[in-house]
């Protein structure tokens, strides 16, 4: 199986000095997860992805380092 990338936008609503974390899994109930941590702006990608396979991606942010709002979660499918 080949890899692929994601590209994340979004827009970038808290103070500065704050942070977000990217959760992506498989599992549309995030039960094994991978965190990419202590994002700031608002654009990220992801590569080596496997490609065909159905994800599901949510951002926490974190302000003074304490949990604050999780977004919608998104699901996306990489190109086979």
Known sequence: LG???VV??????L????TYTLEISTSSSFSSVSQITDLT????????LTAGTTYYARLV????????STSAVI????NS
């Open 41 to 48: 702006g608002g654009s990220l990608t992801v590569q080596n």
């Open 15 to 18: 103070p500065l000095g704050s």
């Open 3 to 5: 890899t692929t990338a």
């Open 61 to 68: 942010s974190f302000c003074e380092a304490v949990e604050g």
């Open 8 to 13: 994340f936008n979004w827009t970038d609503v």
């Open 75 to 78: 699901s996306f499918t990489t």
